[in-house]
């Protein structure tokens, strides 16, 4: 099942519920929605036969708690909050029950067919159909609304494979590649290029770079540079930079609630950090980030850590980390993986648990 998950990992299959709490001025809004995906039946399936027990301490509850009631919209939080306990649990599982090295391995299958499907759409300037909307795929060309494109002589429509936007796909393809090595990262790395993601086209380089060691390099870095970008698009930023820092300031102990900045504006952030304090509050973003720097500290494999930063780096630049179940699923899956196999092997405690 393992397997099944890391294959489906890249696919956005799933079917949304709109009740009226998940409008906004009576439009629909794919952040608000409650969603059950693909991947959401087979870690449901995962639970069913392996009843794996989690502990969140006293304090997480009643912060947790207090942020589903100051919310906009405590609904949303409280389906929000269903999402990262379903992840938490499943991050426990993989530390406890599953041997990461063997399965992480399985992510080359989900690169090479999102990426097979990324250049079919980037050569036909439109979504391909078929078989590729059971995985998830929309149906867009480079004449569709807020489509993403760049201007290089002509319009080019970014492909987005199955995910919601170009970025996220470059995210993906960026900390996938680094973590697959060989012949796979190839094929991501030069897919990435086609997602013209910057951020993430950045984060690739400099994994490679410090990889290979090959600071010589290090000018390949103001590549990202040359890529096309919109003016309005850097406007829209700031703006959004501004909101959050508007509603950490009127909101700073509970924020808006899990899930909900997007009622203020519309669309999140473009930092995870700045997007989880706007979210959770000060108090509760803090034992968040206590908890993931805590789990990072432990990773001490340079391969692991030059992963980590290139996260890090495209957290910066982006809000998918937070905001698309896709990349958290990702990220569930790295940090289980970085943390079991800190050291390169795997600790004594969790063979200990595992052998029982």
């Known amino acids: 099942m393992i397997f099944l998950l890391l294959l489906l990992l890249p696919s956005q299959l799933g079917f949304h519920f709109w009740p009226d709490w ?39 509850i009643i912060l947790i708690t207090l942020n589903i009631f ?5 609904l949303t939080s409280i389906f929000k909050w269903l999402r990262v306990l379903e992840y938490f649990w499943l991050f426990k599982y993989l530390i406890l029950k599953i041997d990461l090295k063997l399965k992480i391995k399985k992510l080359k299958f989900a690169i090479l067919w999102t990426s097979i499907l990324a250049w079919m759409q980037f050569i036909k ?37 199955t995910f919601p936007h170009p970025n996220v796909l ?8 680094i973590l697959s090595g060989g012949w796979i990262s190839a094929i991501a790395f030069t897919t990435l290029i086609i997602t013209f993601s910057r951020t993430a086209i950045f984060a690739a380089l400099a994994a490679v770079i410090f990889l290979k060691r090959h600071y010589s390099l290090l000018p390949l870095l103001l590549l990202p540079l040359l890529i096309p970008g919109s003016p309005d ?16 300031s009127s909101n700073p102990l509970f924020g808006t609630g899990l899930g909900n900045f997007v009622r203020l504006s519309s669309q ?14 000060i108090p509760l973003g803090l034992i968040f980030a206590v908890w993931i720097i805590k789990f990072c500290l432990k990773i001490v494999n340079w391969k692991l850590k030059i992963a ?21 699923l990702l990220f569930t899956f790295f940090l289980a993986y ?19």
């Open 268 to 281: 999140p952030v473009h930092n995870v950090f700045l997007l989880a304090i706007s979210e959770l509050g």
């Open 125 to 161: 300037q439109s979504s391909i159909g078929g078989a590729w909307y059971w995985l998830g795929e929309r149906s867009f060309n480079v004449f569709t609304p807020n489509i993403a494109k760049v201007f290089w002589e002509e319009l080019i429509l970014r492909p987005y494979a």
């Open 22 to 60: 998940a409008l906004v001025n009576g439009i629909r809004v794919d952040y608000l929605s409650p969603t059950l995906y693909l991947t959401d039946l087979i870690i449901l399936i995962i639970w069913a036969f392996n009843r794996v027990k989690v502990k969140v301490p006293l304090i997480s």
């Open 233 to 248: 698009s850097l406007i829209g930023r700031n703006d959004l930079i501004r909101t959050s820092l508007d509603i950490i």
């Open 70 to 74: 100051f919310a906009l919209s405590p």
């Open 308 to 328: 980590l930063a290139a996260v890090m780096i495209t957290a910066s630049g982006d809000h998918y980390w937070w905001s698309i179940p896709q990349m958290q």
């Open 338 to 356: 970085a943390v079991k196999y800190s050291h390169g092997q795997l600790s004594d405690i969790y063979r200990r648990r595992i052998q029982r």
């Open 170 to 177: 470059g995210g993906f393809l960026a900390i996938a590649g």
